[in-house]
């Protein structure tokens, strides 16, 4: 099947049939990011000791509650 012939059989759905279709694309996209972020996250880690990550996380969680605390002030 063609894009073409693809779209065209779009034009033919219900709102329903859309509506399932617009969702299954969605849910499609948000796996394409979800594999682009775990790609992205193994990239990180290759060549980090497990101390070099607990540094990262550690970095990462204390500027978290500092901002957290700084919006509360």
Not at 53 to 72: C, D, K, P, T, Y
Request: net charge negative; charged share 30%.
């Amino acid at each position: 099947m063609t894009l073409t012939e693809l779209l065209q059989a779009i034009d033919t759905l219900s709102t329903e049939e859309l509506q399932e279709l617009r969702e299954h694309i969605e849910q499609r996209q948000r796996a394409a990011a979800a594999e682009t972020l775990v790609r992205a996250l193994d990239d990180l880690r290759e060549g980090l000791s497990d101390a070099d990550l607990a540094r990262l996380e550690w970095a990462m969680n204390v500027e978290i509650v500092q901002s957290g605390l700084a919006e509360r002030i």
